[in-house]
Every structure is written in structure tokens, then in C-alpha cells.
């Protein structure tokens, strides 16, 4: 198994490392602007910024994309697209205290915190963050991209489409389609569909 | 232990169906007015439509009540009573990964799933469902039929009445009562006894 | 390891006593201005009421803070002071099934109850409860005396000051400060930093 370098030095790339750790994952050091004062990143070397990223990297490394997406995820996004355009390719991370039925779809990449639960037939995305004690229902899919706060509920059968983020605490009620790029609110109540490209607040939701 | 047949065919059914899997029980096909399109189910014989429920068949199988009961529990219920007033029984399904103080009393045919919690002192009735990442808390008593939805929060000395709903993600302040065959919405906040049969949303909580 | 001797009789009380019995831990009795009519502490013996916490108690047994402090902490900040004056020390207890990194600080006489999640880099102060299927992301700082009820949320690089309360299914946004002696209502969301003291309600939360 490849060593792992993870992209990001803030609070998520954390949380990320301490997933990796729990696994036994090896974890050369990390990309970011300038050196991390977070006192995890410190125990790791700092390897430069992410234009460090490049075939070479990519051939002989795994990646962890610790780059956080509240409210925009481009920078996440651009990370992920960098690596995967030069054939690098992102670990999985699944906390062992994440619970997952057997009848999920993972896509590529993808973070499962602690406490995360995925129930039977859920496909979930490249990509994707599933933030801690967040709950996929049965039978929803979570397109790429997309951001699941900690401690959100997404019930059966929804969809939340492309570079969604659902705040921390939101609930989206049973079947409904999140569209790409909304912003649904911390604690907001989602009950009906919404064009495209809205921010979501309150309960129930409203475009704010 | 006698093998079981599963009663509904959509989304509840297939949960009820992995917890089933996950404790090795053997289920030898479900009741559902047709054969269903879920892919979870798509393993399993269809059995025909609950006019099937004989003496017969109550006499060498146990059942499991895959009906959910989002706002209206009546087919739920009178699917449970169908059987039982043929003495057949239920099996009580409680996903491994739910957390049971040793002190809670548990009726027939309860549903308990993953990442439920239920503390010390607790009394869940009869066909009752605490779904996926409920919480329970000391002392409270949840009367036959009641359905707590996905990640809803009963604080502690609560009685939810028979045939109540609580929404996904509410919340129900310690030592109230919530009436008989109630319905309180999606991340509401109960703060005060309401008289009974009310449908209840908001923070706070106001009839509807 | 000391015997524990249980402060409370209620329902906080009972769950401190069974989060003990998990660990094997020997509890002699509990202390209450009278003897308690709770199921569970009906098994121990009551030892007299708080006046008997002197310096030969404090000497031969650790104790369990088993007083709740819904809305009002004082009961519980004056026993754990009452104990501490006198150099007696009171157990931490952990639930099993609560996940902590292993980057946490914990302060003395911590409790945290089932379901709990801590992430990298939080520090807990003494004597705060940290309730049932209560988060506290990355980075947090959560003080003396807080209480965290039930199934709130503290988001990344939060401050809960001394003896504040985050009502149960609140949600804390990122990096900011609690002040003080705040108490955060039930499924309220803070969205900016407020004056000391403050009772804030609803969604955003405001001053009540």
C-alpha cells in the first residue's frame, strides 16, 4: 500500500490524520501555503504547496484531500481535480466507529467521520465528505462533491446533487432533490425542492 | 428459532431486512400487494399480498412488520394486529451497532435501529419503531405503535402516547406527555403538553 | 482503586451509576436529602445527605457528581467544590460506547455519556457533563462546569465558557464563544458571539 500525503493543514485535515493513524496508514507529510501551526500537522514534515503535486508525486503517492468545503468547495474541488488529472488517486478514510451497510456504493475518495451512519442503498459520490455523526438514510445517493455537515439528516430516497453542502444539523425530508450547488443552512428543514443554485435557510427552508 | 417473513416491501423493509441478516436470522420471503422493485428485496420470494397471514403460516414463522408509518401508522398497525390476533408474533430486530442500557424493557416486535440510543429506565411498547440514530432517554415510556423518527431526541421522563409520530431530528423536552396518536413534525421543539391529537411543528412547538 | 460514593438521586444520577457498573466500578451508596424513590438507586444504600462529605469521606472515597444542571449548575458547582475544598477527587466516567480521539484533554471528574463524540484537539474542563450522543468537533474548548445536553452540537474551534449550558439538539456554529453563564436553549442555533450571560433562543438564536 502506498504512503499517503495529505492536502491541507487546517481543522479537517486533522481529523483526517487521526483516521489515517487509527488504520495504520503511513503519512509522509502535507501540502499547504505556507508550514501549519495546528499542533497535529507539526508532527508531520511539510512537504510545500500543492503545486508540489505532479506525475511523479502521483505515481508513488496516495492522497488525502484534508482541504475543508464550508460554504465553497472549489478549493476542494480544484485539489481533487489537480491529482485525478494527473492519474494520482485519494484513500478512502472510513472512521472505524462509522457504521455502513453492506448495501452502500462508495465512490472515489470518499470521508466517513466517526459516527456516521449509511443505511442500505445509499451510493455515495467522489469526493465526498459525510462530516461527523451525519446520517444517509436508505436508498439516497450523494453526488460528487457534496458536503454533509456534522451531525445532518438526509432521509430515504433523497438526492443531493453535485458540490451540495448540507449545513450541520439540517435535515433534507424523505425524497426530495437537493440541486447542485445549494447551500442548505446549519439546522435548516428542508421539505420541498428548490431550483437550482439556492441558499437554504431556516425551518422550514427558505432561499435566503 | 423459526425462520421469518418480512411484511412490506419499501424502504423500511429493506433496513429491517440487513438487521435480520446481520443477527443471521433466515427470512424466507415477504407480503406486499405486488412484487416489489426494491433492489433488497429483489432477493427475496414474494410471498403474495397479507391475506396470506393464516393460522398456518402464524404457526411456523415469526414476522417482521417492514410497513413504516411516516404520518399515518394504520397499515403498520393493522398489519400487527392481523397477526397477532392469530397468536402469531414478531420478531424484535435490534440493529448491533444500537446502544441498550441493561435497564430498558422492551414490548413485542420492537424495531430498534443503528445508532439508537436508549438510556436506564426506559419502556418502548409494542410495535414500536426507534429509527435510525434516535434517542431515548432515561426514564421515558414510548407506548405501542409509536414511531420515533430517524435522529429524533426524547429527553428524559418523556411519554410518547400510542400511535404517535416524532419527526426526524425533533426534539421532546424532559417530563412531558405527548398525547395519543400525535404527529410532531420534523425537527420541532416540543416545550408543553398539548391536548391530544394535534399535529405539531416549530420551535416551539405550535399546532398546525 | 477507592470505592465511589454517588451525589444525586435522579435521573442524572442513574446514569452515572450505570456508566459505573460498565467499568466495574464498586459504589457504595449515594448522598441525598432524602432517600430516593428512582427505580435504579433503590439498589444502593442512602448514605445521609451532602453534610456527610467531610474530610474522612474525602479521604477513603472518590465520588460521582450524579446532580443534573438543567438551566442551573449551582447544586453541581457547589458540590464538586464542596468536595474538592477538601481534596477528594471525583471519577471520570466514560461511557463505553463514546468515541474520543486520543488527541483529548479531559479535566477532572469529566462525564461523558453514550453516544458521545470527541474529535482531535478538544479540551474538557473539570466537572462538565458532556451528554448523551453529545458532538464536540476538532479544536473545541469546553470549560469548567458546562453542561452539553443531549445531542447538541459544538462545531470545530468553538469556546464554551465556564458553566454554560448548550440546550439539548443546539448547534454551535465554528470558532465561536460562548460567554460565561450563557444558557443556549433546546435545538437553538448560534450563528455570531453574544454579551455575557445571555439566555438565546431559536434559529438564529437570539436573546430571550
Redesign the interface.
Known amino acids: 500500500m502506498k504512503d499517503l500525503i495529505l492536502i491541507g493543514a487546517g481543522?479537517h485535515a486533522?481529523?483526517c490524520?487521526?483516521i489515517a493513524?487509527l488504520h495504520g496508514f503511513n503519512v509522509k507529510g502535507y501540502l499547504a501555503p505556507s508550514k501549519s501551526e495546528?499542533?497535529?500537522l507539526q508532527t508531520l514534515e511539510w512537504l510545500g504547496n500543492d503545486t508540489k503535486i505532479d506525475q511523479n508525486l502521483c505515481e508513488n503517492f496516495e492522497f488525502i484531500n484534508g482541504i475543508g468545503s464550508?460554504g465553497n468547495p472549489s478549493i476542494r474541488i480544484s485539489a481533487f481535480q489537480r491529482v485525478t488529472s494527473m492519474r494520482g488517486s485519494f484513500r478512502t478514510l472510513i472512521h472505524p466507529?462509522a457504521?455502513l451497510?453492506?448495501?452502500v456504493k462508495l465512490g472515489h475518495g470518499v470521508q466517513i467521520f466517526?459516527?456516521v451512519?449509511i443505511?442500505?442503498?445509499a451510493q455515495i459520490g467522489d469526493n465526498v465528505i459525510l462530516n461527523?455523526?451525519s446520517?444517509i438514510?436508505?436508498?439516497c445517493k450523494i453526488e460528487n462533491h457534496a458536503h454533509i455537515a456534522?451531525?445532518s439528516?438526509v432521509?430515504?430516497?433523497v438526492t443531493v446533487s453535485e458540490e451540495s453542502h448540507i449545513g450541520?444539523?439540517a435535515?433534507i425530508?424523505?425524497n426530495l432533490t437537493i440541486a447542485k450547488k445549494t447551500l442548505v443552512g446549519?439546522?435548516a428543514?428542508v421539505?420541498r425542492n428548490f431550483p437550482e443554485q439556492k441558499k437554504l435557510m431556516?425551518?422550514p427552508a427558505r432561499e435566503s
Request: with cysteine; charged share 15%.
Open positions: 481543522g486533522s481529523v490524520l487521526e493513524e495546528h499542533f497535529r464550508t466507529n457504521i451497510s453492506k448495501y466517526a459516527g451512519i443505511n442500505s442503498g461527523t455523526g446520517l438514510e436508505h436508498d456534522p451531525r439528516t432521509l430515504g430516497g450541520a444539523g435535515t425530508l424523505q446549519a439546522q428543514l421539505t431556516g425551518c
